[in-house]
């Protein structure tokens, strides 16, 4: 929607110029002038929809393991998350400043610039994941995690010539003296979480084009660390696509 209105500023001013050099318009070039803000408002409710079903969200009978649903990822619509029919906390993603959103909007085509993440506990509490890029065109991202207003784990993305060779997308979450490791194969494909090469965790999308997304531990071991295993997986979705 951000670059559809830019696109049209842009135009008009173009066309202003012309007008005022030239002394005349093209009428055509009018009419595909105004297909930008036509397109512009169909974008915003297609975007309003998909954040009505984010914030809306409720569990169905049949889910038995942790869920969530992640359509719109751009702005700061609350989304939900649930322990099988259970509320556990209310996420959405934040913007340090204002102009950072319209930046991502505009410019960033994948949306991963400037990506925070903060998640309300239904028992209270707050845990966010903020970002510390030191600059934009560096391939990996790197967040320090944040509870309650304490830095207790570190969080960075794995890109590499390597990984991008096998079509890996990878994430390394460093919390305690665990170091949590998040990988997929592509869209559709499901995510292992892992703890010295042992699945500890998988999760994956309930359908490709779906929204919905599953996440359950398999190893009850980890059992104290599930939430900060759900919570990176969410922010592997926002980085990935998945």
Same mark, same amino acid.
């Not at 005022?20 to 408002?41: D, S, Y």
């Not at 969530?68 to 934040?94: D, N, P």
């Not at 320090?144 to 969080?155: A, L, N, Q, T, W």
């Given at each position: 929607?951000?670059?559809?209105?830019?696109?049209?500023?842009?135009?008009?001013?173009?066309?202003?110029?012309?007008?005022?050099?030239?002394?005349?318009?093209?009428?055509?070039?009018?009419?595909?002038?105004?297909?930008?803000?036509?397109?512009?408002?169909?974008?915003?409710?297609?975007h309003?929809?998909?954040?009505?079903?984010?914030?809306?969200?409720?569990?169905?009978?049949?889910?038995?393991?942790?869920?969530?649903?992640?359509g719109?990822?751009?702005?700061?619509?609350?989304?939900?998350?649930?322990?099988?029919?259970?509320?556990?906390?209310?996420?959405?993603?934040?913007?340090?400043?204002?102009?950072?959103?319209?930046?991502?909007?505009?410019?960033?085509?994948?949306? %991963? =610039?400037? &990506?925070?993440?903060?998640? +309300?506990?239904?028992?209270?509490? $707050?845990? #966010? *994941?903020?970002? @510390?890029?030191?600059?934009?065109?560096?391939?990996?991202? %790197? =967040?320090? &995690?944040?509870r309650?207003? +304490?830095?207790?784990?570190?969080? $960075?993305? #794995? *890109?590499?010539? @390597?990984?991008?060779?096998?079509?890996?997308?990878?994430?390394?979450?460093?919390?305690?003296?665990?170091?949590?490791?998040?990988q997929?194969?592509?869209?559709?494909?499901?995510?292992d979480?892992?703890?010295?090469?042992?699945?500890?965790?998988?999760?994956?999308r309930?359908?490709?084009?779906?929204?919905?997304?599953?996440?359950?531990?398999?190893?009850?071991?980890?059992?104290?660390?599930?939430?900060?295993?759900?919570?990176?997986?969410?922010?592997?979705?926002?980085?990935?696509?998945?």
């Amino acid at each position: 929607m951000g670059k559809l209105l830019f696109l049209f500023i842009l135009g008009t001013i173009g066309m202003t110029l012309r007008f005022l050099i030239v002394g005349e318009f093209e009428w055509n070039q009018v009419f595909i002038l105004f297909i930008f803000p036509i397109g512009a408002f169909v974008v915003w409710f297609i975007h309003r929809w998909m954040v009505s079903r984010d914030v809306n969200y409720i569990p169905s009978n049949t889910d038995e393991t942790w869920n969530t649903h992640m359509g719109e990822r751009y702005s700061t619509g609350v989304k939900q998350l649930y322990k099988r029919k259970k509320k556990v906390a209310v996420y959405r993603r934040f913007y340090q400043h204002r102009w950072q959103h319209w930046v991502n909007e505009v410019v960033e085509g994948d949306g %991963n =610039w400037y &990506m925070n993440l903060s998640f +309300e506990l239904a028992v209270g509490g $707050k845990v #966010e *994941f903020v970002e @510390k890029r030191s600059s934009l065109f560096k391939n990996n991202t %790197n =967040w320090i &995690m944040v509870r309650d207003g +304490e830095p207790v784990g570190k969080v $960075k993305t #794995e *890109f590499s010539m @390597k990984n991008a060779a096998k079509l890996k997308e990878a994430l390394t979450v460093e919390i305690e003296d665990k170091v949590i490791y998040y990988q997929s194969f592509g869209i559709g494909s499901a995510t292992d979480v892992l703890i010295d090469d042992h699945v500890i965790a998988k999760g994956i999308r309930s359908e490709v084009l779906r929204s919905k997304y599953h996440f359950e531990l398999v190893d009850d071991d980890y059992t104290k660390l599930e939430e900060i295993l759900v919570m990176g997986f969410i922010l592997f979705n926002y980085v990935h696509k998945q």
